[in-house]
């Protein structure tokens, strides 16, 4: 019999917290072209710099399933959520694990893994959120 992955994940869903993940367009269209619903649900907001982002009701991301303590909407999700819990921080110019998470090296246990999905988050911010002040 195969054995059943392990959802790192399980059981914890802190990321999700306070999160207001940015997303591209692109995204946002394949989300509301599966969930036409979310349009009036106001699921999404753009802050003052113009960039969408994931909406969260007292603390959580809108999309977080307490009971399963899961995305909703997992497939979809956007890239930031994806890479997490490598961030980009844009004072130091560079990829960090977010604080959050508690096991960071898990997902990403080394150099090689960290910096392949740096490479990654970056060319997504520059070319899809269109960040210019990204150092590649
Ligand atoms: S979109 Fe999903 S993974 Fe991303 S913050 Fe929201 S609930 Fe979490
Ligand atoms: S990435 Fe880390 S903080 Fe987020 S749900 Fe998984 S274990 Fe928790």
Redesign the pocket.
């Given at each position: 019999m195969k054995k059943k992955a392990h959802n790192k994940c399980e059981d914890c869903g802190k990321?999700?917290l306070f999160?207001q993940?940015i997303l591209s367009e692109k995204e946002y269209k394949k989300i509301l072209k599966k969930y036409p619903d979310l349009r009036s649900l106001n699921a999404f907001w753009r802050d003052e710099e113009g960039f969408l982002r994931?909406r969260t009701i007292n603390r959580e991301?809108v999309?977080?399933d307490k009971t399963t303590k899961m995305?909703s909407?997992y497939e979809l999700?956007?890239m930031g959520?994806r890479i997490y819990p490598i961030h980009y921080n844009f004072e130091e110019q560079r990829c960090k694990f977010g604080e959050l998470c508690p096991k960071p090296k898990e997902f990403y246990p080394d150099e090689k893994s960290f910096k392949r999905a740096c490479n990654k988050l970056k060319k997504y911010l520059k070319k899809e959120i269109l960040i210019e002040n990204i150092t590649m």
């Open positions: 990321c999700c999160s993940m994931m991301c999309f977080f995305c909407i999700r956007p959520c």
